[in-house]
C-alpha cells in the first residue's frame, strides 16, 4: 500500500507529496489541523493545515538558522523572545546558551506543544527548562504590550497568512522595535527566495523604515517548497553579520563560517530590495 | 480541469508535481521519453524519463553557474567540451564567452537538440554559433578518446544512473584529466546537497585522486527534487575559487560575489568528505 501526503501550500507552484509509514496523531485544534506521521527518509513530520511544518531530518538547518544568528550577533542575549515555534525546535536551540537568562514562548495554539511533546521528543527538549515561561496568546499583541524587555525578538511563525499575517505588518515592526531593548535583534523567518520575492522585498523595506540595521540569509531546506529559505534581521545597534562571542554550543549545521556564509551576496540583494 | 505531472525521481524521497496547462510536446526517442509542457509558474518545462531537466523560469540558475564559474576560474578557455547539455543552455552560456574559439558538445541523444530548437528556443540560441561542432555520440568514450585537447570539459549530464552512469567513474575522471590541457579544468553537475551525498563525497574523492584541485559548489534551484545542487570542479593549475579574468558576459544571477559565495564553507566541506 501506499499511502502519501500531498502537500496544499497555496503559495507554491509545486507541490511536494511525502510517502507515510504511520499516521502518529492527526487532530483538529482550536485552531489549525495538525498531522504527524512518519516518512522513511524524514522522520517524523508535523504539518499545521496540510503544510509541513518541519521533519526531524531536516529541521535542524531551519531552527539553528534562525536562533544562533542573532544570538551569535548579540553580546549578550538574556531576555529572548520566541514568538510561535511550537514545536519546540527554536526553544532548544536557544536554551542552549547559558547566558541566556529567561525565554517567553509565546504560542496561539497550545496543542501544538502538547502534540510535540507527546511525538517530537527530539524537538521538545526545552519546555522544562526552568528558564521558559509559555503564553498562550497571539503574537503581536503580546510583541505591542512589551516596551524595552527583549535583548532578542524570535518570529518562528507559520506562513504570513492567517494568524501569522500581523507578524509581518510596518505596524508589528514597530511595535518588535520598542520592544527590545537598546542594543535588542529582531529576527523572523521570511518565507522562500525562489517563490516569494515580492513578500521578502516589501519585508526587508519595511524593516528597513524602524531600524537601522536590516539584513537578509538564507539556508537551504530540504521540505519547504521553495527551499531557499530566508530569515530577515534587524539589529538596533550590532551588526548581524558580525559574531559577538565565540560559538560554543553544540550544532550540527551552524558554524562561524556557516554565519557569514549565509548572508546573501550584493549582487543578490541589490537586485532583491534595490540598492540603498 | 486539472492536469498535474508528477515528478518520478526514483532517487529523491520527496514526489514534486507541477500544473501542466499544455503539453507541446511528448515522444519516445531512442533513449527515452520526453515530454515538454507548459506551467502557468515556471514557464516551459522539459522532462526526461519522467524527471524534470529544466524549466525555463529557473534554468539559468543551473547554466549559468555550471558555465560560468569554470569559466572565469581559466585565463583564456579557447577549447570548450559539454558532455550532454542537449537542451543547449549550457552551449548558451559558453558561447558568450568570446575567448572560446570551439565548442564540441556531445549529446547522446540527438531528439532532445531537435525538441530544444523547436520548443525552447531561449536556451536553444547557441546551436546555430559557427564556433560549434555537435556530435552525437557517448560521452565517457568520446572523453577518452581526446588527449591534451580542451581547456574546459563540462559534465552537464542527467542523473548518474543508466547512460550517464558513465561518466562519474574513477577511469572517467582519469580521462578527462589527459583530455585537458595543462591547464585544464572539469566541472559537472553532482547532485544535491541534501539527498545525495554519498554520491557527492565518492565523486570529489575519486577526484582528488585524479586532480590536484578539487572543490565543491553549490546554487539552491527552485525545482530539482533536493534543490540544494551541487558542482563538482577539479582542476590542473587554477584555483577554481580565484576568478582569472573580469564578468563581463550578461547574466541574471552569475556574479563576481556569487562564484566566491558559491563554494561550500569549510565546516560543511569537511563534515561532508572529511578532511584531507
Request: with cysteine; charged share 25%; hydrophobic share 40%.
Amino acid at each position: 500500500m501506499d499511502l502519501l501526503f500531498h502537500e496544499k501550500d497555496p503559495f507554491a507552484p509545486i507541490q511536494y507529496s511525502y510517502r507515510v509509514d504511520e499516521v502518529l496523531c492527526h487532530r483538529r485544534t482550536k485552531h489549525q489541523d495538525l498531522l504527524i506521521f512518519t516518512n522513511p527518509y524524514f522522520g517524523r513530520v508535523l504539518t499545521l493545515d496540510g503544510v509541513v511544518q518541519l521533519t526531524e531530518r531536516d529541521e535542524h538547518l531551519y531552527h539553528e538558522m534562525l536562533a544562533h544568528v542573532a544570538l551569535h550577533a548579540h553580546p549578550e542575549p538574556a531576555n529572548v523572545l520566541i514568538v510561535g515555534g511550537g514545536d519546540g525546535g527554536t526553544l532548544r536551540e536557544v536554551a542552549k546558551h547559558d547566558c541566556v537568562r529567561r525565554i517567553q514562548l509565546v504560542e496561539l495554539d497550545y496543542e501544538v506543544i502538547e502534540a510535540s511533546r507527546e511525538f517530537l521528543p527530539t524537538l521538545s527538549t526545552g519546555f522544562t527548562d526552568p528558564r521558559v515561561q509559555i503564553l498562550e496568546v497571539e503574537g503581536s499583541s503580546y510583541i505591542a504590550d512589551s516596551i524595552r524587555e527583549f535583548d532578542l525578538i524570535i518570529i518562528d511563525s507559520t506562513d504570513p497568512v492567517g494568524p501569522a499575517q500581523s507578524l509581518f505588518t510596518p505596524k508589528c515592526f514597530s511595535a518588535a522595535f520598542s520592544a527590545l531593548k537598546t542594543d535588542g535583534i529582531l529576527v523572523g523567518q521570511s518565507e522562500s527566495l525562489h517563490f516569494h520575492q515580492p513578500f521578502i522585498r516589501e519585508a526587508q523595506r519595511d524593516l528597513r523604515q524602524v531600524f537601522p540595521l536590516v539584513d537578509l540569509y538564507t539556508v537551504p531546506l530540504a521540505t519547504y517548497a521553495g527551499n531557499w529559505w530566508t530569515f530577515s534581521i534587524a539589529s538596533k545597534s550590532h551588526d548581524p553579520r558580525s559574531l559577538a562571542r565565540e560559538v560554543r554550543v553544540p550544532t550540527k549545521y551552524y558554524a562561524k563560517d556557516v554565519h557569514h556564509h549565509a548572508f546573501v551576496p550584493a549582487s543578490i540583494y541589490d537586485e532583491l530590495v534595490g540598492k540603498y
